[in-house]
């Protein structure tokens, strides 16, 4: 139990509920209770197993154990004893140990094996649960505490010696029915010798982490860097269950027609991922939900293009992936720290939270879009005229393309529209949508009504590195500058 689901009230309240409930429910042998929040002492690991945990949760006590001074500066890069810091100079003052941590468990165990001890427990397991040795009378009988009844919290639930009171049932997940293992045997040419293959297969809601086993044959074999694009191309047709094309390796092509859950291409490892309704389906994908929350949670790269809406935290901490999508909910781009997300359509509120890299690209067609920006981080930009700008710069004016002279995806400060129109016509291809394509045709009526959402700090890094390349192309020497 944690204060995400339980801000402001005490561990011990949820953790007992959930015991209790678990076990009238003949459930509490299949899970692993854990609890954490503020703990400290054996003591305290004592109190929560009596309450029914398996599992204790040491946050600030650890980290203290390794320096911590609890300044709460840690979002703001000036942590006095380098803990939460990546100021070189700040960082060299951190004197913390694997060890300390270390020994500092080794206290804990031992305060936890006295006490138990005293209570009569030789094993954890006897001891989870057992609410009736836990002592209230002294607390009761304090002024602050009249009025209040701990009955229910302290309820040992009647049932039979057959129940589980503790996690000692190990779930079967059913890995050998995996989609994968089908995928990696019809995969084996691309993966053996690199040839190109493709496959098609049903799929179903069943089916979850579709292409992360498949990407981990790749990796074993090809590393990181995979293999060609589109080695591989994986086309589904169905109902995708959660993390469809969880950490996608390159040269993986994964096409889906139909819908999918939460959590697709999580760690987005440098696939591409293409979802698109099915050709039958009614629905006008513009303005309906075709893949589910938390969309490119954590993905480094690669590329995805969504033929419809998404749920919320849609491409949350994501760090390098490229993205069209038809619209999202609340808190998109949040915590983003790279990439380029493209989004035509509607967007929920709190969009940008914590946006501290990266670029996104909202087609504001009503010009509301500012109201529901978080705008503590980040600054809206019109897209600039790019005619103008490639010629600042050398380019040929109306060519958008620049006869690839430029790397319209590394130079965020630059070639907004280029770039635009570049992500939105893969769009059109790989998806067929016919929102992308009536922006394609009419572009220089849609271009003025694209608003860019940038990183103020990420700008300013960027044009610092710009400025640095640029003083070094004047003495004849090229550099490549990144993101």
């Not at 204060?3 to 949820?14: D, N, Q």
């Not at 981990?216 to 694009?229: D, F, N, T």
């Not at 940008?352 to 010009?367: E, F, H, K, P, Q």
Request: glycine letters at 12%.
């Amino acid at each position: 139990m944690t204060s995400i689901h339980h801000a402001g009230s005490p561990w011990e309240i949820g953790l007992a509920e959930t015991h209790q409930t678990l076990v009238l429910n003949d459930l509490r042998g299949r899970i692993a209770v854990q609890v954490d929040g503020g703990f400290r002492t054996g003591r305290d690991v004592i109190v929560g197993a009596l309450l029914g945990a398996d599992e204790f949760g040491f946050a600030t006590a650890a980290l203290i154990s390794e320096g911590c001074i609890m300044m709460r500066k840690c979002h703001l890069n000036t942590c006095p004893v380098g803990v939460a810091t990546q100021d070189p100079e700040l960082r060299k003052r951190f004197t913390g140990e694997p060890e300390h941590v270390v020994n500092f468990m080794m206290f804990i165990a031992e305060e936890v094996r006295e006490l138990m001890a005293e209570l009569g427990f030789r094993t954890m397991n006897e001891m989870i649960g057992r609410t009736d040795c836990l002592d209230t009378r002294g607390a009761i009988n304090h002024w602050k505490a009249k009025g209040l009844d701990f009955n229910r919290l302290f309820h040992q639930m009647d049932v039979g010696p057959e129940v589980a009171r503790y996690n000692n049932q190990s779930q079967d997940h059913g890995l050998e029915n995996a989609l994968d293992h089908v995928l990696i045997e019809q995969a084996r040419p691309a993966l053996e010798s690199g040839q190109q293959v493709r496959i098609e297969t049903p799929i179903r809601n069943v089916n979850r982490t579709v292409g992360a086993m498949l990407s981990s044959q790749v990796s074993r074999q090809y590393g990181y860097e995979g293999l060609p694009a589109d080695t591989i191309h994986i086309k589904c047709v169905g109902n995708a269950g959660q993390s469809f094309g969880a950490f996608l390796a390159h040269g993986i092509t994964m096409e889906l027609e139909g819908d999918a859950n939460d959590y697709v291409g999580k760690g987005l490892s440098g696939g591409r991922i293409v979802v698109y309704p099915s050709r039958s389906s009614p629905i006008d994908p513009h303005t309906n939900i075709i893949i589910g929350n938390t969309v490119l949670y954590g993905a480094v790269s690669g590329e995805c293009y969504f033929r419809g809406m998404a749920g919320e935290r849609f491409a949350v901490r994501n760090s390098g992936v490229s993205a069209v999508v038809e619209g999202v909910g609340d808190h998109g781009c949040e915590y983003m720290t790279g990439g380029c997300v493209v989004v035509i359509g509607e967007t929920g509120r709190n969009f940008a939270a914590g946006m501290s890299g990266g670029v996104a690209y909202v087609l504001d067609t009503d010009g509301t879009f500012e109201r529901r920006c978080n705008l503590a981080m980040v600054e809206l930009e019109p897209i600039a005229e790019e005619d103008a700008n490639l010629e600042e710069h050398g380019h040929q004016s109306g060519d958008l393309e620049t006869h690839g002279r430029v790397d319209i995806m590394r130079d965020m400060t630059r070639f907004d529209a280029q770039r635009l129109h570049t992500l939105i016509e893969n769009h059109v291809r790989y998806t067929g949508s016919r929102r992308a394509t009536q922006i394609i045709e009419n572009w220089n009526d849609f271009l003025p009504q694209f608003v860019k959402v940038m990183p103020v700090d990420y700008r300013r890094a960027l044009q610092q590195m710009q400025a640095r390349w640029r003083a070094t192309e004047s003495n004849g020497i090229s550099v490549a500058v990144g993101y």
